[in-house]
T-cell receptor, first 113, second 111 residues
Framework: NAGVMQNPRHLVRRRGQEARLRCSPMKGHSHVYWYRQLPEEGLKFMVYLQKENIIDESGMPKERFSAEFPKEGPSILRIQQVVRGDSAAYFC???????????FGEGSRLTVL | GNSVTQMEGPVTLSEEAFLTINCTYTATGYPSLFWYVQYPGEGLQLLLKATKADDKGSNKGFEATYRKETTSFHLEKGSVQVSDSAVYFCALSDQGGKLIFGQGTELSVKP
């Protein structure tokens, strides 16, 4: 059973460009969570999605950030018009329906030049 | 609101020393509690968990006991190894299903 797959592992963007980060949850998992880890800091919750629904986006910045988890395909975290402060590691995690344990991917490291 | 506070790092120990990383929490209700470990350049891996008061989670020589009276979930290991060097995160699950993490504690074990 493959783990949570994230890609790209590393992404470099210039200020003003768009970043798209993808996450394929573990097989059988329908809950996806995105977290951001800034240098020297812990993980901050961003958004929680189930298939085709955003359940909790209380940690998402109000502008430039969006997330989706379509019926088919991976979950996407999209950052428009990136700024240097968006440079961070973005982690995706998934869980099965009723268990609270999260399984994490290896992260996507975004660098904004 | 719900929150987790961990002792600040870095923690530097010699091999075979005793490890304690303190973790306290604030939460409504009775959350599940977790310790995750992150090795350099990798994602987080679940180390252990406890789902109710007085439960003890254990794995790979690490232990933590869910203490409701002190709202704590301290991580301990009797004899650390160089391979235990990593960042350790304490977390709780809130009522909405997401995990809330502490800021992480870096552990460095010297031979």
């Amino acid at each position: 059973n493959a783990g949570v797959m994230q890609n790209p592992r590393h992404l470099v963007r210039r200020r003003g460009q768009e970043a798209r980060l993808r996450c394929s949850p573990m097989k059988g998992h329908s809950h996806v969570y995105w977290y951001r880890q800034l240098p020297e800091e812990g993980l901050k919750f961003m958004v929680y999605l189930q298939k085709e629904n955003i359940i909790d986006e209380s940690g998402m910045p109000k502008e430039r950030f969006s997330a989706e988890f379509p019926k088919e395909g991976p979950s996407i975290l999209r950052i428009q018009q990136v700024v240097r402060g968006d440079s961070a590691a973005y982690f995706c995690a998934s869980s099965p329906d009723t268990v609270r344990e999260l399984f994490f991917g290896e992260g996507s490291r975004l660098t904004v030049l | 609101g719900n929150s987790v506070t961990q002792m600040e790092g870095p923690v530097t120990l010699s091999e075979e020393a005793f490890l304690t990383i303190n973790c306290t929490y604030t939460a409504t209700g009775y959350p599940s509690l977790f310790w995750y470990v992150q090795y350099p350049g990798e994602g987080l891996q679940l180390l252990l968990k406890a789902t109710k008061a007085d439960d003890k989670g254990s794995n790979k020589g690490f232990e933590a006991t869910y203490r409701k009276e002190t709202t704590s979930f301290h991580l301990e290991k009797g004899s650390v190894q160089v391979s235990d060097s990593a960042v350790y995160f304490c977390a709780l699950s809130d009522q909405g299903g997401k995990l809330i993490f502490g800021q992480g504690t870096e552990l460095s074990v010297k031979p």
